[in-house]
């Protein structure tokens, strides 16, 4: 299995970025997919996760209806919508694959990683 994140880059505070996670084909649509981010000097923190039918999402409190996550299964896609971003969402953003019924905000219980994309928000 292969995950590639992209879209990350700097904006300004306020603004939006879209990320991209284009996985392989092995069981994409019936796995869930989430998205992490590290920030310098911290732990990786769970950002959203979506089921594997896109009917179900999750969120980390500090989105706050910011992040919108979803999925493509045609495309083997899951995306990450950031609004309003914020210098405190800078990080390097990771997707992640689960092959389960459920979704975990913890990082150790997720299957496969991509290589993340650095988010730089300027204040």
């Known amino acids: 299995v292969q995950l590639q994140a992209s879209g990350g880059g700097p904006v300004q505070a306020g603004g939006s970025l879209r990320l991209s996670c284009a996985a392989s084909?092995?069981?994409?649509?019936?796995?869930?997919m989430g998205w992490f981010r590290q920030a310098p000097g911290k732990e990786r923190e769970f950002v959203a996760a979506i089921m594997w039918s896109g009917s179900s999402t999750y969120y980390a409190d500090f989105v706050q209806g910011r992040f919108i996550i979803s999925r493509d299964n045609t495309e083997n896609t899951a995306y990450l919508q950031m609004n309003s971003l914020k210098p405190e969402d800078t990080a390097i953003y990771y997707c992640?694959?689960?092959?389960?019924?459920?979704?975990?905000?913890?990082?150790?219980?997720?299957?496969?990683w991509g290589q993340g994309t650095l988010v730089t928000v300027s204040s």
């Open positions: 992640a694959q689960l092959f389960s019924c459920s979704t975990d905000s913890n990082p150790r219980a997720w299957d496969y």
């Open positions: 084909r092995r069981a994409f649509s019936s796995s869930s």
